[in-house]
């Protein structure tokens, strides 16, 4: 396994992490989440992520009840704030009152003292900036937090909220966690360079763009039983499972095969050739899933040959 600084920060991560949006507390069964995060961490993952707001709290407590196996300086831990846990008006969003009362269930449901990093889940355009950023302040200096970071922020809301916390001696946020892959590639406008200036390192979800950069779609009437696409989500069905999008993946079996690696691994590498990108997220039902994806994290590929993979896809990328 290979390790990154979260941008300009001390704190290192593995190239590969392992996350638990629509899996763990969900759709996996307990005990096999728990194998695919025993089996990251014995392959050199250091770095998971979850949220609150993952099956509602389940998420969280599978992934803390897992990683209590292991020394808690060992790992590092980021979960998320933001999303509604309740119907009631403050269960919600990036107030103070939220950020502390979500911290400390997470905390409760992690099994845990503290947060590696607390990310704002997305922006709250109904809390002033300086509220949220004061009660990250806060978090940090009680010491149950050590770095929060943004989710899905834009370029500008994260340089505004630099600069207030650079104004008012706060802690910055030190990363963003951005959707990124060879099929939505929207970051690379503004976020990725903004953020290069500003220090900040992504830690980007869905880099295999929700399973589409496996391979495993062929065509759009050909969908595994146990696949995401089977669950019908009509938004995913329509927005990566064209014919155009899953011919271009096809036309990258012959890349991998050069390289002598697998579609997955091909892609997660495509995404780590940004130096600002620390740690692409995965998600796994099955522990041969982990590893296939971490190996990705030892793989040198050539430059030309990330750009080949990329161009094929680029005339299909959405974003």
Aim: aromatic share 8%; charged share 25%.
């Amino acid at each position: 396994m290979r390790f990154r600084h979260v941008g300009r920060w001390g704190v290192r991560v593995s190239e590969v992490g392992l996350g638990s949006w629509l899996t763990y507390g969900g759709s996996v069964e307990r005990d096999a989440a728990t194998a695919c995060i025993h089996r990251a961490y014995d392959l050199g993952v250091n770095f998971f992520d979850t949220a609150n707001v993952y099956s509602r709290g389940a998420g969280e407590e599978v992934m803390g009840a897992a990683l209590a196996d292991y020394r808690r300086e060992s790992y590092v831990l980021a979960t998320k704030v933001y999303f509604p846990m309740s119907g009631r008006p403050n269960d919600s969003g990036l107030s103070r009152k939220h950020i502390f009362e979500q911290l400390h269930a997470s905390l409760r449901r992690l099994g845990t003292d503290t947060i590696d990093i607390y990310q704002c889940h997305r922006y709250d355009e109904n809390t002033p900036l300086e509220e949220t950023c004061a009660a990250m302040a806060d978090v940090i200096r009680s010491g149950k937090v050590h770095y929060w970071g943004t989710s899905e922020w834009s370029a500008d809301q994260i340089a505004h909220a630099v600069s207030l916390c650079r104004s008012e001696g706060w802690p910055v946020p030190i990363s963003n966690q951005p959707q990124y892959s060879m099929l939505w590639r929207e970051i690379e406008k503004r976020v990725l360079p903004v953020s290069g200036e500003l220090g900040l390192g992504q830690v980007v979800w869905s880099p295999l763009a929700q399973g589409v950069l496996t391979g495993k779609y062929v065509t759009p009437d050909d969908i595994p039983e146990d696949s995401r696409a089977a669950g019908g989500d009509k938004d995913f069905v329509t927005w990566l499972l064209k014919p155009e999008v899953l011919d271009a993946v096809q036309a990258m079996r012959p890349l991998a095969e050069e390289a002598g690696c697998t579609l997955p691994q091909l892609a997660l590498r495509w995404a780590l050739r940004q130096p600002g990108v620390s740690s692409v997220i995965v998600g796994a039902t099955k522990p041969d899933h982990v590893d296939d994806n971490v190996a990705a994290a030892d793989l040198d590929l050539p430059d030309e040959l990330l750009q080949r993979a990329g161009d094929l896809l680029e005339p299909v990328a959405p974003g």
